[in-house]
């Protein structure tokens, strides 16, 4: 199993059938974040970024073989597609309402987020009768919006209804670990079980990404290899415990370079709390290194790449502060991976 850009994992054909990963990438070829992990004949989706269900036919993925998506957070850029993948997959998995593609992801905020203190008139929120749903609301509503088009399709089609294709969950947060979406959204914690089932263990710990709360990284294991992705996240001592000896390391990159030369000279509030934010919740790419060698990763690969469009010596610094593999990969690329050899 693996993954590389906006990608997905999946066995590919000149890699027989070990467990795999796909990836978008490319300038003008990248598209949103996805990850498919491959195990055998089935594969599992990490996040449902701009164009998911395109790069999945085109890396001969079906929707009848999809056992699970899990989504790290809910930010548009990684859930943007779910709303695709469910209406229009009910065509390919017809067969599968007694057998449901499980969805998982964070669980309402419970609170709004804090006002940035640079606001000079205090924002009015989206939706405030419910301004901030968990993944199995945010499904919930994402399909009653197609309520018009599902319906010509189930009664007139007699296709089946996504909401027995797909189960929502939030995931449960462990009792005790001191979490709070607002004073401590990531607490050090060991990372905690959320799937299983008879190909890949899943785990997760809470990472950094604020303002936005619950925000995960998950783990898979299978008998295959290990892969853990990062999500967006600034760098966290969580983050080195997940990926403890894992072997393929998937973590989010930002050029902070990028990010001075495209704020420079703006002085409106907007622009300075948009740089803000990039400093608080992403990881340069020295940091990504650098947590792949505190965990022990053997191979580091960097994805969801802020900006799509640098040039890849930016990101090939990473090497520079890595002893494993570094990987930069494209869309649609896969990595396949095996577990570390046995001492001999």
């Not at 590389?4 to 990248?30: K, N, T, W, Y």
């Not at 269900?53 to 548009?76: D, Q, Y």
């Not at 959204?185 to 990372?191: E, G, Q």
């Not at 990062?230 to 894992?246: C, F, I, K």
């Amino acid at each position: 199993m693996a993954e590389i850009e906006p990608g997905l994992a999946r066995d590919h054909p000149r890699h027989g059938r070990r467990s795999a990963v796909v990836g978008f990438g490319q300038p003008i070829l990248r598209t949103g974040i996805a990850t498919a992990i491959a195990v055998g004949d089935v594969f599992y989706l990490v996040d449902c970024g701009h164009g998911v269900g395109r790069r999945l036919n085109e890396a001969g993925l079906g929707m009848k073989n999809l056992r699970g998506i899990f989504l790290t957070h809910l930010h548009s850029d990684h859930t943007i597609d779910l709303a695709s993948l469910a209406v229009f997959g009910l065509y390919e998995m017809a067969d599968r309402t007694d057998a449901p593609v499980r969805l998982l992801g964070p669980g309402d905020r419970g609170a709004l987020p804090p006002v940035s203190p640079r606001a000079t008139v205090p924002p009015q929120p989206v939706a405030p009768h419910c301004p901030t749903p968990g993944t199995r609301q945010m499904f919930e509503t994402l399909i009653a919006a197609h309520a018009t088009d599902l319906n010509d399709r189930v009664m007139d089609g007699l296709r089946p209804n996504p909401m027995e294709l797909f189960v929502a969950e939030d995931i449960a947060i462990p009792a005790g670990s001191g979490y709070n979406p607002t004073d401590n959204p990531t607490p050090r914690m060991a990372p905690f079980e959320i799937y299983r089932d008879d190909l890949v263990t899943v785990t997760a710990v809470l990472v950094e990404h604020p303002p936005i709360a619950p925000a995960f990284a998950f783990r898979f294991d299978t008998a295959s290899g290990s892969v853990t992705i990062s999500g967006d996240t600034a760098p966290t001592a969580n983050m080195v415990e997940l990926a403890r000896d894992t072997d393929l390391l998937l973590h989010e990159a930002i050029d902070f370079d990028f990010v001075e030369a495209m704020y420079a000279g703006r002085v409106d509030e907007g622009s300075r709390a948009s740089r803000d934010h990039h400093y608080k919740s992403h990881t340069s790419v020295r940091d990504a290194a650098r947590i792949a060698t505190a965990a022990g990763a053997r191979r580091l690969a960097l994805h969801h790449l802020v900006p799509g469009t640098a040039p890849a010596a930016v990101w090939q610094a990473a090497a520079d502060d890595f002893a494993g593999d570094f990987i930069l990969p494209d869309d649609l690329d896969v990595i396949t991976v095996q577990p570390a050899p046995a001492p001999v």
